[in-house]
Every structure is written in structure tokens, then in C-alpha cells.
């Protein structure tokens, strides 16, 4: 699911590690030839796609219909997945990694997910279905109502269901196929790990990267190419240490139309829908839109060349190695949110916690003399002396969430009165004021801990955990169950997972400063556990509503007055708000699935499973799928079925190095492959080879390492030294107010922020205007004449004023410069002075005024390149 706000903060702060991506299309209706040279200007020789970021997407979109049924949803799958390819063109591998069973660290997160979906789809029904009794009551025209049975339940996307069953055949007709009649595909290997092999798809995708690097014969300069959305791919990739590592992701729009849930129409929300036109037969609902999605690059190895900059600390009293500082940073990145552990009160991303951290971790590492981490483990010593600085502000940082909170609610109300006012001038003049007074103020969310007030430590433990917050032994327990999870995350990136049966057995985080004798945890996981069969994972993360995705008899569990677990299955519970604004960013106080009480509970109903089911709830394996033209292929072809059905084959190929064995069950060559989706055609020849496929495997002390490999060819530099320039303020963390210091230089850099470098390579040519040119724009660009909004600047005179004919265009200069005060007006003075003056009056009604000096004073110019500036005010200060 990712870090919330992560990949914004890092975008704006980093800016040329985002390029578009360049998108060939098919001249005269012809397919894209994948085979030629990649327009990006890179060849990448891997792409690893995390399946479920697709899958979602393609069954139950946002921007334009869903799909009717599972056969137009492959088609949407396939389709995407042609799509990536073509812009990648790996040349060497495909991995497609989709979900299957997940730590029961990740699998408390994928239950209050899928419970919270659950309730929110129920109130979303009872919502329109209250809405459309009181416009059908008016004689209002609707759409019939939805057929309940075409419903897709979203949950079904979970491993073990029949859906991901499913969706492995089509993905294995979807390879054979595209081996065959794709010239792109024909000398790449392709490795398919379905939902029955554990693990979640980013990190199985890590832990065959991992592997291979640690493979003797390894190429350390291979392209990596990542799709993902999830904002921790990038931490992941930044784990790696490979040189070359891209990641491609759909590119974020705000403020998407969506649709009405009621009537099907854009333009307005539910709320305030009146129904369809009067001639229902006549209205046509587009069938898509906007544009298609565009895709961008998140290029980690300039992202390696900021944080270098950044973390430079100089006269160090030991030898500086920028990998483990590396290391460091994305360790502390998990203290703001991770998919494991909830993040720590005082630190929100928005509130430049991570820039607060890196100081913090400066000044510990100069104290300490050493890094924090090294290859996974951590050195919880240096760990306690950070959180403890920390500690020491969360009061400070409590008392300014609050005042920008308050800040916040009041610019969202002058934004309201904005919006009421450019309707006074749209419509009718007399309703819409007549509406002003009618308008309820959103109530503020009940915050009962009040963190920026005294004693909120004691209301924060015995609210949230029940507990009594001056007792230092429960408090300090919190904080050692926080720490040892965050020795999990940490192994679990760079080694694998340490455990499949450990998560955090709270829904809260403890306090900074509640970090005390943390190096006393017990970080030390038990070894050879094993994760949850599929079914098993299901009874686990499924809400009663979606009982109709597990066998009968296991749903009646969920439901049964007498089931022994029927406790884990709540109809009904509480979303805590815990401070903020909105229902999504709650937190659901659901209770924790106890494995040992779930497994007596299933053991009844076993029996009643059928041989389709049993073979669902069995682990699987990943495939190795080849084409003739494959350097693999002659090899693989060779081996006798009747020895390696059982022996595995070490396999020595570039890109993919393991042990290969062969299955029964798939398919050989010159058979025929039936199509399982409706409307594509079987294949009649195949020509492919498919094999079970095993990562390289080392001992079970074995530790992978963080660090460059041997060999490898350091990428050209992209950044310029302006660009880095910008990160030498925030570099010096010394001085009365180190985290000020470091605010401030974040601050500066927004504003002078250099235009980002543009493609996937340093030579591409940067499209620019100079300041000539910004000029003419500025003169001969037309500006409304009259922009009626309450707040800022108006090119027409303020009401009951006269206007020098001055036009002033507004421009966000930064703080400190062009220190101006905006007239502003509400509603009811702006429609009085509409009723006595008659009408307002445009530029176009008053000459320019000659006076140059009426108003007695001057203004400073602005210093941007390319900003032309007025020498004073339109009207004189009030």
C-alpha cells in the first residue's frame, strides 16, 4: 500500500527524478515493433511488474466503466501488461509477480483494508438508496438500479479465491501466446510467481533480485526496471544498491472527474445530484473519460545523487561510506509509515518529519562515531539517542500541528466563500446569497487526546491503549514491541522475512520519548516459520460480506451464532480518527485474528472441501516460461521428463540464475493451448516451453550483502552542480535550531527550485524560454477582466473605488517579496454594492490614469527571471 504523502514529498523536494515516459504509437492501425530501440534513450534488460498494482485498476477503474464481466478484466490485464512492455522493452526477462499469502505483519493491514472497503461499500448503498427514494419522491428521472449480481466484489483479488485461480490461467495463456506472436518477446525469459507462492509481489521481486546478486556470476550492471505505485518500491530499490534501477509508475492527476454513484454522470458528487435530463432515452453517458493514464520514470540513480548530497557529513572521525548512510535513511523512512507499523505521533511527512530525522541522525552519527544500520540489523544504541532528541520536541511539534490545523480549517472556509461568490455571478444573484446563511460548517473532527495540551501522554495511553500512561513499564513495553518491528521491517528489505508468524500487536504507535532501554529488546525472531495457507488467509482478512468467496461450510463460520471464531468477523466497529479529518486516514479498531483459536476453528471443516478447493489451498511455485529463441531454450529442451520431474536442473542463463525441475501439468511443445477468455483464440501450436522455477538458494546464515557489487560501471552523473547547490543549506545541521536551519533550507529550495532535467538521459535537449520571450507573453497574453473572488488581487477596481487602468497579474512570488494586502470581500457586502452601483466596471471603462505618482509610494520589483512587475498598487493600501 505504500507510504501516504511519501512520493510527493519527494517529487517536489527532488525534482529531476521524474521523467515522462515516451510512449511510441502504432502508425495506420499497425502494432508497436517492441524489438527496435527503446525512444527513451535506455535499454533496460529486466522488468518486474507488481501485478496487483494492475489488477486493481483494470477490474474496478475510476476514471472511465468497469468492466462487465472477468473476461473483459483479463482483456484490461493483458492489455496493460502489453502496454508496459512496450514502453520498457526488456530484453533479457519479464518477471510478473503477483500477491500471494503475506506475513501476518502485512496481513492485520490487507483486514482493516478489507473490512473498512466493506463498510464503507454498505453505507455507500444505504447513501444512494436514500438519495434516489427523495428524488424518485419528486418525480425526478434515474437509471435503474444496478443488478446487485453483477456486483464485483473488489476482496476477491486476494490468493486462494477462485478469481486469482483464474487469473493464473489466463496469464499462462497470456505468455504462451505472446511468446509466439510477439517479436519482442521471443529472446526474453519470463518468470510468472502466481498468488500460491507466498509473499507479497514487491518482495518476492526483491528476493530474486537479491539472489541473483549474490549469484558468482552476476552482471552487476544490469537495468532494472520496476512497476509499481506504492511509494516503498522506492525504498526497496534504494536497498538494492544496484546502480541502474528505474521504476515506472502511472503519473498522479489531481482532481480526477469521477462520476455520480447515482446517476452516472460528472460534474457533481452524490449529495448533489437532481437526476438525469427529463428525456432519459435521449441521454448518452460518455463511455470513457478524459485522456488515458500517462506513465513517468522515478529514476533511483539521480535519487541516489541528491541523497549524496544530502548526507554528506564532513570531518566524520571515521571513514564515510555513503551505501551505509543510504541504508540509514531508508531505515528512517519507516518511522513515517510503513505497511507494518503505525507511524509515530510527532512525525507526519508533511510537517518535514524526514528532513527533522535526518538532522537528528547527523547529529547522532558525529556523536557516535558509526551508522545506525549494517545489512539489515540495527544498532538500537544510536536508535534510543535519535528518539530521545526527538522526544524533547514532540511538544513543540504538537503545539504547531495545531496552530496549522487551525490555519488549515480557516483557509478552507475562505475557500468556501470563494466558491460562493463566483456563483453570485453565475446564477441567480438572490438564491445563492439567500443560500450563504444556510451553509453548515463542517464540524471539526472530535480529537479527545488534544495532543497540543497538557497531560495529553496520560489521555493518549489510557484512550488508546487502556492503560495507564505515568506507568513507565507499560509504556516502555509499547516501545519495545514498536522497536522489535522495526528490526522486522528492516530484515525484512534487505534479507527477506525474518518471520511469517510476527506483527505488532497494537493499532497505535507509542511516543518518541517513551523510547527507553530500547537496546534491552528482544529483536532475535523464531527461525522456520511458516506462512498461512490460502484459505487460511482468507478466514483472516475477509469481512463477513465477502463470505460468499470461501467454501459454504467455511462461511458459515463467519455468520454461525455457535462458530467458536465468530468474534473475528464483527458486523460493526469503530473508526478512530485519531485527530484527522477524514474517514480513510482512521484507524480501525478491529480485533487481531489468534492463529492457534483460527486453525481449531477450521479444523472441523477441512473435509468438506472440494478437489478444486484443496488444490487452491495448496502453496505453488513460480514458472520459467521460454521461447525457441531463447539462449535457455536448447538447454531446457534436452532434459529428460522423466528424471527432472523429480531433480532439479541448475539453470545458467544471464538474468536468471536457479534450479529449473518439470512440472506434469503444463503444457509441451506442438500441443494445443485452449483460450480461457471469451472472444481469443486458443493457440494451436505452441512452441513454448514452461518449467517450475527455483531462486538460487544459500544457507540459512547467509547475509546478502548492502553494498555496490564488484564490476560495476557507475552511471553518468545527471544532476548539475545548481542543482545540487540547493542541498548544501541543508547539509549543515549545526547551530541553535539545527531542525529551523534545515526547515528553512527546504523552504529556499522550493523557491528556487531549478527546472527539473527532462528524459532518461543527461544529453536530451531542455525545451527553455528566455526572457524575452517570457516578456511577450506577459504583454500580449489576454487576462479576464473581472475575476469576482473574495481574497487577492482583481485587475477591476475594488468595489466603489475607480480604477487606474494598471492591470496587475498575480504571480506566488515566495514569502518576503511583494508584501501586498488583498481587498477582500464577502458575499453580502459584494452583493450590496452590486445592487446600489448597478453593475461593475471593466478596465475598458476608465482611461489609464497619467498621475504616475498619485499614491505616493513605490514598490519593489520583482527579482524573478522573466517576472515583470508593477511599480505600485492599483489602489491605495486601506
Same mark, same amino acid.
Given at each position: 500500500?505504500?507510504?501516504?504523502? $511519501? ?28 524489438? !527496435? ?6 535499454? %533496460? ?11 486493481? @485498476?483494470?477490474?474496478? @477503474?475510476?476514471?472511465?466503466? =468497469? ?7 483479463? &482483456?484490461?490485464? %493483458? ?23 503475506? @506475513? ?17 461499500? =454498505? ?80 518482495? !518476492? ?33 534504494? =536497498? ?112 518535514? =518529519? ?19 544500520? *549494517? ?7 544510536? &536508535? ?72 495529553? /501522554? ?44 510476527? #506483527? ?10 517513551? %523510547? ?13 516459520? *511458516? ?103 536448447? $538447454? ?11 531433480? /532439479? ?11 529449473? #525441475? ?84 527546504? /523552504? ?71 508584501? #501586498? ?48 512587475? @508593477? ?8
Amino acid at each position: 500500500m505504500g507510504v501516504p504523502a $511519501f512520493f510527493r514529498w519527494l517529487t517536489r523536494k527532488y525534482p529531476s527524478v521524474i521523467v515522462d515516459c515516451i510512449e511510441e504509437s502504432g502508425e495506420d492501425g499497425k502494432e508497436v515493433d517492441s524489438s !527496435k530501440p527503446n525512444p527513451n534513450g535506455v535499454e %533496460f534488460d529486466n522488468l518486474y511488474i507488481d501485478m496487483n498494482g494492475i489488477i486493481h @485498476p483494470c477490474t474496478h @477503474p475510476e476514471n472511465k466503466p =468497469a468492466p462487465k464481466d472477468e473476461d473483459e478484466m483479463m &482483456v484490461a490485464i %493483458f492489455e496493460c501488461i502489453d502496454r508496459l512492455f512496450k514502453i520498457v522493452r526488456p530484453r533479457k526477462l519479464l518477471y510478473l509477480a503477483v500477491d500471494g499469502v503475506a @506475513p501476518r505483519a502485512k496481513m492485520n493491514q490487507q483486514r482493516s483494508r478489507r473490512f473498512r472497503a466493506a463498510k464503507e461499500t =454498505a453505507e455507500k448503498v444505504n447513501q444512494i438508496a436514500m438519495i434516489r427514494s427523495q428524488l424518485e419522491a419528486k418525480g425526478v428521472n434515474l437509471p435503474p438500479e444496478k443488478d446487485k449480481s453483477s456486483h464485483f466484489d473488489s476482496n476477491c483479488i486476494t490468493p486462494g479465491t477462485s478469481f486469482m485461480s483464474r487469473l493464473t490461467e489466463c496469464l499462462n495463456y497470456y505468455i504462451h501466446d505472446r511468446l509466439i506472436s510477439d517479436p519482442g518477446w521471443k529472446n526474453i525469459k519470463i518468470i510468472l510467481s502466481d498468488a500460491s507462492v507466498p509473499g507479497e509481489g514487491e518482495h !518476492k521481486i526483491m528476493d530474486f533480485i537479491r539472489r541473483q546478486r549474490a549469484h558468482p556470476d552476476h552482471n552487476p550492471n544490469i537495468h532494472h526496471c520496476l512497476c509499481g505505485a506504492d511509494a516503498d518500491l522506492i525504498m526497496l530499490g534504494l =536497498a538494492t544498491h544496484e546502480p541502474y534501477f528505474t521504476i515506472i509508475r502511472e503519473e498522479f492527476v489531481m482532481n480526477q472527474t469521477k462520476r455520480c454513484d447515482l446517476c452516472g454522470q460528472t460534474g457533481h458528487e452524490l449529495t448533489e445530484c437532481k437526476g438525469l435530463i427529463d428525456d432519459v432515452d435521449s441521454l448518452s453517458l460518455p463511455t470513457s473519460m478524459g485522456a488515458p493514464t500517462r506513465y513517468i520514470f522515478v529514476r533511483l540513480n539521480v535519487l541516489r545523487e541528491y541523497l549524496e548530497e544530502e548526507l554528506k557529513m564532513p570531518d566524520l572521525p571515521f571513514e564515510y561510506n555513503f551505501e551505509r548512510a543510504l541504508d540509514d535513511w531508508v531505515f528512517m523512512c519507516f518511522f513515517v509509515g510503513n505497511d507494518f507499523l503505525p507511524h509515530l505521533p510527532s512525525l507526519e511527512i508533511r510537517e518535514g =518529519a524526514i528532513d527533522r530525522l535526518v538532522m537528528l541522525y547527523k547529529k547522532t552519527v558525529y556523536r557516535t562515531g558509526g551508522f545506525i544500520t *549494517h545489512s539489515g540489523d540495527v544498532n538500537l544504541d544510536r &536508535v534510543q539517542l535519535i528518539m530521545t532528541d526527538l522526544g524533547q520536541a514532540e511538544d513543540q511539534i504538537f503545539h504547531k500541528r495545531q496552530i496549522n490545523e487551525r490555519n488549515f480549517r480557516q483557509r478552507l472556509k475562505q475557500k468556501k466563500y470563494q466558491e460562493l461568490q463566483k456563483k453570485l455571478f453565475e446564477h441567480n444573484f438572490k438564491e445563492e446569497v439567500e443560500g450563504y446563511f444556510d451553509i453548515e460548517e463542517e464540524p471539526e473532527p472530535v480529537d479527545e487526546v488534544k495532543l497540543w495540551q497538557r497531560g495529553y /501522554k496520560e489521555r493518549y495511553y489510557n484512550l488508546k491503549f487502556n492503560i495507564d500512561g505515568n506507568n513507565p513499564e507499560e509504556t516502555c513495553k509499547i516501545g519495545f514491541e514498536y522497536v522489535i518491528g522495526l528490526c522486522w521491517v528492516l530484515k525484512y528489505y534487505y534479507q527477506g522475512c525474518a518471520s511469517w508468524k510476527w #506483527y505488532y500487536p497494537y493499532h497505535y504507535a507509542p511516543f518518541a520519548s517513551d %523510547f527507553v532501554n530500547i537496546a534491552r529488546s528482544n529483536t532475535c525472531f523464531e527461525k522456520n516459520t *511458516h506462512p498461512f495457507s490460502p484459505f487460511e488467509q482468507l478466514m483472516s482478512v475477509f469481512p463477513a460480506g465477502s463470505s460468499t468467496l470461501v467454501p459454504p461450510t467455511w462461511a458459515d463460520l463467519m455468520t454461525n451464532p455457535m462458530s467458536p471464531i465468530l468474534d473475528f468477523y464483527p458486523k460493526d466497529f469503530m473508526i478512530d480518527l485519531n485527530g484527522k479529518r477524514y474517514a480513510w486516514q482512521g484507524v480501525a479498531l478491529l480485533p487481531f485474528v489468534d492463529e492457534n483459536r483460527l486453525r481449531r476453528g477450521l479444523a472441523p471443516v477441512y473435509k468438506d472441501l472440494t478437489e478444486a478447493e484443496v488444490k487452491r489451498n495448496k502453496l505453488g511455485h513460480d514458472r520459467l516460461y521460454v521461447g525457441m529463441d531463447a539462449d535457455c531454450f536448447q $538447454f531446457i529442451n534436452e532434459l529428460d521428463p522423466q528424471i527432472y520431474q523429480k531433480k /532439479k536442473a541448475p539453470l545458467v542463463s544471464d538474468g536468471a540464475y536457479g534450479c529449473i #525441475y518439470i512440472v506434469h501439468e503444463e503444457f509441451y511443445q506442438g500441443e494445443s493451448i485452449p483460450s480461457p477468455v471469451r472472444g481469443l483464440n486458443a493457440i494451436k501450436r505452441n512452441s513454448a516451453i514452461c518449467v517450475a522455477f527455483c531462486d538460487p538458494q544459500y544457507s540459512e546464515d547467509y547475509k546478502f550483502k548492502s553494498t555496490r557489487l564488484e564490476g560495476v560501471i557507475e552511471p553518468p552523473r545527471v544532476l548539475k552542480s545548481k542543482e545540487l547547490g540547493n542541498q548544501q543549506l541543508s547539509n549543515n545541521w549545526r547551530g541553535k535550531n539545527n531542525f529551523q536551519h534545515a526547515w528553512d533550507a527546504n /523552504k529556499f529550495q522550493e523557491r528556487n527550485n531549478p527546472r527539473p532535467i527532462i528524459g532518461m538521459v543527461p544529453q536530451t535537449t531542455q525545451a527553455t524560454l528566455g526572457d524575452a520571450s517570457y516578456r511577450m507573453m506577459r504583454h500580449n497574453l489576454a487576462a479576464p477582466s473581472l475575476i469576482p473572488l473574495g481574497g487577492g488581487w482583481q485587475r477591476a477596481a475594488r468595489p466603489g473605488g475607480f480604477n487606474t487602468g494598471r492591470p496587475f497579474i498575480r504571480h506566488n512570488h515566495g514569502r518576503g517579496e511583494g508584501r #501586498y494586502r488583498p481587498y477582500r470581500t464577502n458575499p453580502v457586502e459584494l452583493g450590496s454594492r452590486m445592487r446600489n452601483n448597478g453593475n461593475f466596471q471593466s478596465n475598458a471603462s476608465y482611461p489609464p490614469h497619467q498621475n504616475n505618482n498619485m499614491f505616493g509610494y513605490n514598490e519593489p520589483r520583482g527579482r524573478g527571471m522573466g517576472m515583470t512587475r @508593477p511599480m505600485r498598487h492599483p489602489y491605495p493600501r486601506r
